[in-house]
């Protein structure tokens, strides 16, 4: 699988709007990008994946450079409830498992 | 949400012994995986099942072995636990499902809560 490339941490005032940037240089044409989190001791859940187009959900939006060598998440207003270690994944298509990195431990400062 | 249980939450063995962790999914999705994550990393495959009859190894296989008892169960077992076994392991289930384009191209992963695992 591709690699990508993501901030070890991050912090963000409660209410502000956080973009958590991650590098994919190497992405093939087939690759989806997946964006997973993990809440404080509990199981990663899914947040939102995109191929080329800008997507949109109710947790996050993704932002897709023209390119496809980086995205961003967006999260549109920080809350408490939004600090976890957010992992940004390269997947062709429906046929390979997840490979989780380090991910971007975000903290969200009341 | 898939509805994915994970027995026992908390298991504390010792070196030597044979462990099986089990895994249950309600929501009939046939793809079901075993992580194992350590302090401050990622979490790392080990084994991965596509349906009842496929099983594949992960990254890190070494060690473990599993049984896919039937769509709904995905146990992993630890021969003879050694310490540097000891983490959080996850289960997960994925909705894949070629007939379904969105599903196909997404194949959301659910995980379990967790099974901490501590080998002395």
């Known amino acids: 699988d591709a690699k990508t490339t993501q901030p070890n941490s991050m912090e963000s005032n409660e209410e502000e709007p956080v973009h958590l940037p991650c590098n994919h240089s190497t992405i093939s044409g087939t690759d989806y990008i997946h964006w997973y989190r993990q809440l404080p001791s509990q199981g990663p859940e899914y947040v939102i994946h995109g191929l080329t187009s800008n997507v949109n959900n109710r947790m996050a939006s993704l932002a897709i450079a023209e390119d496809r060598k980086s995205s961003t998440l967006i999260l549109h207003r920080a809350t408490l409830r939004d600090a976890a270690v957010y992992y940004c994944i390269l997947r062709d298509w429906g046929n390979t498992p997840l490979v989780f990195g380090k991910g971007t431990r975000l903290s969200v400062i009341a | 949400d898939a509805d994915v249980t994970q027995t026992p939450r908390n298991r504390i063995t010792k070196t030597g012994k044979r462990i099986m962790l089990e895994c249950s999914q309600t929501k009939g999705h046939d793809r079901m995986y075993w992580y194992r994550q350590d302090p401050g990393l990622g979490l790392r495959l080990i084994y991965y099942s596509f349906d009842v009859k496929d099983i594949n190894k992960g990254e890190i296989s070494d060690g473990y072995s599993v049984s896919r008892q039937a769509q709904a169960k995905f146990s992993l077992s630890l021969e003879s636990a050694i310490p540097n076994q000891t983490a959080l392991y996850f289960c997960?289930?994925?909705?894949?499902?070629?007939?379904?384009?969105?599903?196909?191209?997404?194949?959301?992963?659910?995980f379990g809560p967790g099974t901490r695992l501590t080998v002395l």
């Open positions: 997960a289930t994925s909705d894949f499902n070629p007939r379904d384009r969105d599903s196909l191209l997404a194949d959301t992963q659910y």
